[in-house]
Nanobody, 121 residues
Framework: QVQLVESGGGLVQPGGSLRLSCAAS????????MSWDRQAPGKERDLVAG????????TYANSVKGRFTISRDNYKNTVSLQMSSLKPEDTSVYYC??????????????WGQGTQVTVSS
């Protein structure tokens, strides 16, 4: 059974740092792109950062470039998001996701349960 379990969320002051981790199981981790997405109350879920299956390429939302770093360990089946210089507008529920597209146009996504990040003084 597929599981994505996030950890590391919490309350942090503006300018502070947090590291989110996601432990994956139940699927071939190295065949999936991984991402961190976030959703604030009343807003849509948006991509924060993504990393390719073998970790060779990454992508970031403009709002987090230079502040967040995504990484993965295909031996441990984990993906992490290092967040620094946090701002109040980074406050959201952060979700770990595994995504895979197929040649026939279909896709398969798995999602974690989310972890709350609150940036406030």
């Amino acid at each position: 059974q597929v599981q994505l379990v996030e950890s590391g969320g919490g309350l942090v002051q503006p300018g502070g740092s947090l590291r989110l981790s996601c432990a994956a199981s139940g699927f071939t981790f190295s065949s999936y792109s991984m991402s961190w997405d976030r959703q604030a109350p009343g807003k849509e879920r948006d991509l924060v950062a993504g990393i390719s299956p073998l970790g060779s390429s990454t992508t970031y939302a403009n709002s987090v470039k230079g502040r967040f770093t995504i990484s993965r360990d295909n031996y441990k089946n984990t993906v992490s998001l290092q967040m620094s210089s946090l701002k109040p507008e980074d406050t959201s529920v952060y979700y770990c996701a595994a995504k895979r597209g197929y040649r026939d146009g279909s896709s398969q996504d798995f999602w974690g349960q989310g972890t709350q990040v609150t940036v406030s003084s």
